[in-house]
Each structure stands twice: as structure tokens, then as C-alpha cells.
């Protein structure tokens, strides 16, 4: 019998199993002490990092699944189907991560499935709720064909095949209308969050914004896995999609500064505070630096170039969420929050588990595009003939 | 019939005797442990309830609302200001709440269910006078905020806070009838208020309503909030949500439809 062999420890995998155990540590103590023994969270300041960055991030980042879904089936831009499955695949984990990260943030986890049957059509969350709820198991159904291609299972992934188009329509308009439904959230407190990032648009940006990380991902995850999994990188799709990113960032600049002005909010930029820099940030990083450096075909063409612009909207993207959801709600909260270390490890340890899924699937499971052009998985006609699963 | 409590913070003297029945009436603990010793039961007659309360009322002067403290007399330069739930005409926070969790009362108040409670905290984010508050503590961590006594009214007696008030800064009725007598207080001493009784139109108005001698800013209470609820603006965004996701369902739908005849038509081209 083989025995194989302990994989080799890479200084990533050391890191990760660091991460990893400081997380666990934080989440032995978030069970068993609560909330106010792992996160600096208060009366003044109830959403932190964990609604933040893993729900309001995490959601936006998970975008690219249904982006690059609706481009390959609904405008049946085929040639994208390469980089389709890794994004479902993205989308699906970072969906079911940001689930996880709801039962470290909420006070009654064993409650979440409250909403099922507890039903506020009035309330916002509840509608984020079902969305994601329901966008999880369309996101599951969108990406079994992988595993019963694995198992062979011809005759479901028929079924499932057969029922694509639907599904994506569905996928699309679910994510939709919860990546809106994230900045609609913030509608309620128009008192409390900073002219910056309040605005009667905010479901609009959020949903722009959504398009936008969500094509920079597909950028970013191509390029990771290229360099990961040693394969050729689809570099005339990546230009494509460098354009498409051009187009939404103008769209979203646009619309950002326009809905600025009219709120007389510019007159902010005159003073000196946290505020006012953090937005700078987000908007140069975000917005300004990549829309530049698109419009050189040089880097549009480049490996490196597309790359970077990935990470710097990524980065504006991040900046973003934390301004809506931390920088810009401080003010009026009356306190100053910063993450515990121990939020920090629960978050990076999620983040952590999602590389590390995503390399699994990728080894065991047929993710990636075969490199023969033309080598899809056909599915037969029919099953009768073949022979019976034993 | 919608009950509500008048504050008057002209007459307010700041014994805090209301912080210490409400904590009686709640089971909270007290600012200082030596109260504990002649603690009455939380079902007490308010006989004993007003003058325990009234013995005991300085000492829970003063702090911030918390989990344990559901009512707190804070100090504004030399203005004694009662805080505590406003008990909302159209509560933010049962619009926010995804379970309906808190809900508005036919009586007035407005009250929380544990048992439905998930812990998301959006109610906490979304008030716009920050009154409910957590057990961040707890590892079966409840919302916690003034319920206007709901158990007290059921059975016929007014809140422990009104009912203990030595000087009537705090009184309990029907909103209109208060509305009535704060119009008079200010028509008849003009001099002595500042003229305007926040709480009658301040998102869409609330249950408790003030009075002041100074602009209410002074006393801590939010400024320029609106007179349309808050939940209207995210309604406006959520009412929309059933006419579009059809009509985008449509479209997106023919534009498969569309792109694939494109395709079925390319192929038969090129076949031949």
C-alpha cells in the first residue's frame, strides 16, 4: 500500500496553519465568552470588521460568478467559459465563507435560520437574507456539474445542465439585488454615515462596484492560479475584460462625483480630517489610478499591468466597504473603533480556509479548462446506454 | 389609544428616583451594591416602589444607556435630561429588524422578542436616537431597551419611571392629550420654553416627547431629524423590488433568447 507522503511545508502552508491556529484560539473564546471578550464591538459601535470586511467584502468579492455567468450564457460571449468555473467556484466559497462569518458575528447564531420562517418584507436584511440564501444553492446547483462530472453521475448533471440558462438568470438577479441590498442597508441612517459615502444612490454604487471587483477578480484569480497551478494565462480574455472594467469604473466615477456635487458633499475635501483622507485613498487607488492605467493598451496587454490594476480596484474596492461600514459611521458613533487582534484571526482565518478549498477543488476536481482548446466535457446524448454506475 | 410619556425637563429636579424604579421593576442591578440590601421585589406595591425609589435615586445619577441601565438621567450644563426609549409612532428599528424581533404595540410600546432575536445588531445601527443596546457579555446575548413597563400597563398601572416621579416631570397618558398639555405649557408660559415639543413630528413622531427650556441639542436629543420615518427610505428602495426583478427576469431572458438565435443561425451557416 502507498503511503503518501506529509506534504511539504511551504512557507504559506506555515502561515496558514499560524492563521489558522490563532483563529481557532479566537473562536474557542468567541463560543465561550461571547462577543464582548473577542471584539471590540460596543452599544455605540455594533458592526465591525466581521460585518465590514467579511460580509460586505466578502459578498463583493464573490461577485464574479454571476458577472462572468451572465457573459458566457445570457450574452453568450462563449469564449469566456475558460474563466467561468474557477469564478463560480470563487463566488460559491466566498458565499458560504461569508455564512460562516455570520455565525461568529451574530449574538444567536443557532437563530440564523430565523428568517425562513420569521418573515420583515419591510426589513432590508431580511431581503439580503433570502437572497443569499437562495444565490447559495444556485451558486451550488451552477457548480456541481464539477463534482458529478468527478463521480460520473451522467444523468443529474444532465439535469443540471439542462437547467442552466434558468439558473443563471436567476443567479443574476439575486446577486442583483443583494450586492444593492448591501449599500441599501445604509440607507436608514442618513443622520449617521458621512456625506462621503451616504447617498439616496448607495444600492446603485454598491451594485457598480460589485460588476466592477467582480471582473478585476476574475483578473486577479486568473493570474494567482496561473502562477499556483503552472498554466498558460488567457490573456486575450483578460484584455477584453480590462476594457469591460475601463467601462465600469467611468460609469461609477461618473455617477460618484455627480451625486457628490449635488449633495454639496465636495465641500468636505476642504477639511483635514481621517475622513477626507480616506476617501482620497479609495477613490486615487480605486478609481483613478486604474481607470489611467487602463487606457494604455500596453497594460491592457500585460500580464503584469492587467494584474495590478486588479489589485489596486480590489484595494479601492476593500477601502470602499470599510469607509461605508467603519470610517464613515465612527463620527457619529462618539467612539473610535479598531479591530481586536482576535476579530482579525477569525476573519484572516476564513480567508485562509477559502485559498485552501479553492486548492482543493482545483487539484480533485475538473475547475480549470483542460488546455487542449475544443477539450470540454461532452455530455451524452443519452445515458441509457452506458453502463450502470456500480 | 397610544399611550405615550411626557417630559418636561423644566421641572426635572434629577432626583433619579425613575432610574432606580426602573431598575427594580427590570431586575437590573444597581450602580451601587449597598442599594441591593433593600431591594424590593420587581411586583412590589408602588407604595413601596415610590419610596424606595425615591430613597435610593441619587445614587443612580448620571451614565449612559447599557444593557443594565435602560434609563438614564444625564446632566447638560444645570438641565437634568431623562433618556430612554422614544417609542416610536413608525419604530426604525422593527422596519430593520429581518425576524420582527420589535414591533410597535397598539398600546405604545415598542417590544422585543428574545426568542426571535438572531443577534444581528441592525436594530442597534439603525435608531436614530442609539437606544437599544447589548448583553455583549452574555453568551445568549439579548437587545435590551425601555419597554414603557408593557407588563406594568397590562395590568392596568402606568410605568414605574412616571409612577415614581416626585414632581411630575414625567407623566403618562394618551398622546394627544399630552400633545394638549405640553401646546398649553408652551402657549401659557412662552417665556419659560423653548417653543417646540420634540418628539410630536421627529421621524413621523414618537411616544415620548419633550419639553425644554433651551434648543433640544443642548440636551443631548439627535437634531434635524426628519419628520418622515426613517423606514420610508428604505422602503421607497424594497417597494420597487417586485415590479423589477420581473421586468429584468424578461429581459435578461430575450437577450438569451436573442444572442442564441444568433447562434443557432451561425451554426446552421455553418453547416452548409
Not at chain 1, 149 to 166: D, G, M, N, S, Y
Not at chain 2, 98 to 118: E, I, N, R, S
Not at chain 2, 138 to 156: E, F, N, S
Not at chain 2, 248 to 257: H, K, N, P, R, S
Request: positive net charge.
Amino acid at each position: 500500500m502507498n503511503f503518501t507522503k506529509f506534504p511539504k511545508l511551504t512557507f504559506w502552508r506555515a502561515v496558514l496553519v499560524l492563521i489558522l491556529a490563532v483563529g481557532f484560539y479566537s473562536t474557542v473564546l468567541r463560543f465561550t465568552r461571547g462577543l464582548g471578550a473577542v471584539t471590540n464591538l460596543s452599544d455605540q459601535f455594533p458592526w465591525g470588521l466581521w460585518i465590514g470586511f467579511d460580509v460586505l467584502c466578502g459578498v463583493g468579492l464573490a461577485a464574479g460568478g454571476f458577472t462572468l455567468a451572465a457573459i458566457v450564457y445570457v450574452f453568450h460571449i462563449e469564449r469566456f467559459h475558460a474563466v467561468l468555473r474557477p469564478s463560480i467556484l470563487t463566488a460559491f466559497l466566498g458565499y458560504a465563507l461569508v455564512a460562516v462569518a455570520l455565525l461568529f458575528d451574530l449574538g444567536k447564531p443557532y437563530n440564523i435560520w430565523h428568517p425562513l420562517v420569521m418573515w420583515n418584507p419591510h426589513s432590508v436584511m431580511f431581503e439580503v437574507a433570502w437572497c443569499v440564501m437562495l444565490y447559495l444553492t444556485v451558486l451550488a446547483l451552477e457548480f456541481s456539474p464539477a463534482i458529478l462530472e468527478r463521480f460520473q453521475l451522467h444523468t443529474p448533471l444532465r439535469v443540471v445542465k439542462a437547467a442552466t440558462i434558468p439558473l443563471v438568470i436567476t443567479g443574476v438577479l439575486l446577486s442583483t439585488l443583494h450586492q444593492s441590498s448591501l449599500g441599501s442597508l445604509y440607507l436608514i441612517v442618513p443622520e449617521k454615515l458621512h456625506p462621503y459615502w451616504y447617498s439616496p444612490l448607495l444600492p446603485v454604487f454598491f451594485f457598480i462596484s460589485a460588476v466592477g471587483v467582480g471582473i478585476a477578480m476574475v483578473i486577479f484569480e486568473s493570474n494567482l492560479s496561473s502562477r499556483a497551478f503552472g498554466r498558460e494565462i488567457e490573456m486575450p480574455l483578460l484584455e477584453v475584460l480590462g476594457r469591460a472594467l475601463a467601462v465600469v469604473l467611468m460609469i461609477y466615477g461618473l455617477l460618484k462625483f455627480d451625486d457628490l456635487w449635488v449633495r454639496g458633499a465636495l465641500s468636505h475635501l476642504r477639511e483635514p480630517s481621517t475622513e477626507t483622507l480616506l476617501f482620497l485613498l479609495e477613490i486615487t487607488l480605486g478609481l483613478l489610478f486604474p481607470l489611467l492605467m487602463l487606457f494604455f493598451r500596453k497594460i491592457r496587454e500585460d500580464r503584469e499591468g492587467l494584474f495590478a490594476v486588479a489589485v489596486l480596484v480590489i484595494t479601492g474596492f476593500l477601502l470602499n466597504r470599510l469607509n461605508v461600514s467603519i470610517t464613515g459611521m465612527e463620527a457619529s458613533s462618539g467612539v473610535h473603533y479598531f479591530p481586536r487582534w482576535t476579530e482579525v484571526a477569525v476573519t484572516l482565518s476564513i480567508v485562509g480556509v477559502g485559498f485552501l478549498l479553492f486548492s482543493l477543488a482545483v487539484r480533485y476536481l475538473n475547475v480549470m479548462e483542460k488546455q487542449v482548446p475544443g477539450a470540454r466535457y461532452q455530455v451524452p446524448e443519452k445515458t441509457s446506454h452506458l453502463a450502470p454506475l456500480s | 389609544m397610544s399611550k405615550s410619556i411626557l417630559i418636561d425637563t423644566t421641572r426635572c429636579i434629577g432626583c433619579g428616583a425613575c432610574a432606580a424604579a426602573c431598575k427594580v421593576v427590570n431586575r437590573l442591578p444597581f450602580d451601587k451594591p449597598d442599594d441591593e440590601k433593600n431591594r424590593p421585589s420587581a411586583t412590589c406595591k408602588d407604595d413601596d416602589l415610590v419610596a424606595f425609589a425615591q430613597s435610593v435615586g441619587a445614587d443612580e445619577l448620571g451614565g449612559v444607556l447599557s444593557a443594565g441601565k435602560l434609563n438614564v438621567v444625564q446632566t447638560h450644563g444645570s438641565i437634568f435630561v431623562r433618556r430612554f426609549c422614544m417609542h416610536c409612532q413608525e419604530p426604525t428599528c422593527a422596519s430593520v429588524c429581518p425576524v420582527g424581533a420589535l414591533h410597535k404595540t397598539a398600546a405604545g410600546p415598542v417590544v422585543y422578542d428574545a426568542d426571535k432575536c438572531m443577534g444581528c445588531r441592525y436594530c442597534m445601527m439603525a435608531c436614530p436616537f442609539s437606544v437599544p443596546r447589548y448583553e455583549w457579555k452574555a453568551l445568549l446575548p439579548r437587545v435590551k431597551k425601555c419597554t414603557m413597563c408593557a407588563p406594568r400597563q397590562a395590568k392596568g398601572l402606568q410605568p414605574a419611571c412616571t409612577e415614581v416621579c416626585p414632581v411630575q416631570a414625567g407623566i403618562f397618558g394618551e398622546r394627544d392629550d399630552l400633545l394638549k398639555e405640553a401646546e398649553k405649557r408652551l402657549r401659557e408660559e412662552p417665556a419659560k420654553y423653548f417653543q417646540h415639543i420634540y418628539g410630536k413630528e421627529e421621524v413621523g413622531g414618537t411616544s415620548v416627547v419633550y419639553l425644554s427650556a433651551v434648543p433640544f441639542e443642548q440636551l443631548g436629543l439627535p437634531a434635524n431629524l426628519p419628520s418622515d420615518p426613517m423606514p420610508l427610505l428604505t422602503y421607497r428602495v424594497l417597494s420597487k423590488i417586485p415590479s423589477v426583478v420581473p421586468l429584468a427576469g424578461v429581459l435578461l431572458g430575450g437577450i438569451w433568447w436573442i444572442t442564441n438565435r444568433r447562434e443557432e443561425v451561425a451554426k446552421a451557416e455553418g453547416k452548409e
